[in-house]
């Protein structure tokens, strides 16, 4: 199983919204609604930010949303604050009954 | 409060075997699937595998680069997730993070997400 492919890096100003892309196949990210997002900040131990597509846990903050489009996923941060930058990784139920997460994206706020 | 709490870390050489625990605490551990992933130094995250509730028989999914040398158990009395890692290879230097399958009975048998991770516990492989 080949990891979604997502940008190395996205950069944005605060105050501006950036969409993070990962981009699977139908055996994965386009055949079932099981795609979620983990942010990693530096050191630290991954954390859900969105399951399922485009749900959110209790406490993730709204600025925080998932959408789906055939085989690519997007997450999309509004409103960018400093301590949104880390690395963002989504990940996706497979066609296997495994898991496959994504390359992983760093997040530069400028 | 969900806590994972990994140990059994540390180095190993090359062939040998090495065994990682995770003890939960803080939810019926038995209702939840667990799965293990890990972090190569520097590099992205990659899941390792998983194994589902009792309800769902206990069974177990490997990826394709640990099948057949790691293996995932539980014990529900004791709340404890295992990682049996044998044939250690230099490529399995990671720090290995256990991790709850979100969602519970009511999700289904599959890992959809991960809504709980442990600290993280390190393992190297070399000679």
């Known amino acids: 199983q080949s990891a979604l492919t997502q940008p190395a890096s996205v950069s944005g100003s605060p105050g501006q919204s950036i969409t993070i892309s990962c981009t699977g196949t139908s055996s994965d990210v386009g055949g079932y609604n099981y795609v979620s997002w983990y942010q990693q900040e530096a050191g630290k131990a991954p954390k859900l930010m969105i399951y399922?597509?485009?749900n959110r846990p209790s406490g993730v903050s709204n600025r925080f949303s998932g959408s789906k489009s055939g085989n690519t996923a997007s997450l999309t941060i509004s409103g960018l604050q400093a301590d949104d930058e880390a690395d963002y990784y989504c990940?996706?139920?497979?066609?296997?009954?495994?898991?496959?997460f994504g390359t992983g994206t760093k997040v530069t706020v400028l | 409060e969900v806590q994972l709490v990994e140990s059994g870390g540390g180095l190993a050489q090359p062939g040998r075997s090495l065994r990682l625990s995770c003890t939960a605490s803080g939810f019926i551990f038995g209702d939840y699937g667990m799965s293990w992933v890990r972090q190569a130094p520097g590099k992205g995250l990659e899941w390792v595998g998983f194994?589902?509730?009792?309800?769902?028989?206990?069974?177990?999914e490997y990826a394709a680069s640990v099948k057949g040398r790691f293996t995932i158990s539980r014990d529900d009395s004791k709340s404890i997730a295992y990682l049996q890692m044998n044939s250690l290879k230099t490529e399995d230097t990671a720090v290995y993070y256990c991790?709850?399958?979100?969602?519970?009975?009511?999700?289904?048998?599959?890992?959809?997400?991960?809504?709980?991770w442990g600290q993280g516990n390190l393992v190297t492989v070399s000679s």
């Open positions: 399922d597509v485009s």
């Open positions: 194994i589902r509730s009792k309800a769902y028989g206990g069974r177990t």
């Open positions: 990940s996706s139920y497979t066609i296997s009954s495994t898991c496959v």
């Open positions: 991790t709850r399958v979100g969602g519970g009975y009511s999700y289904g048998p599959r890992v959809g997400y991960l809504d709980s």
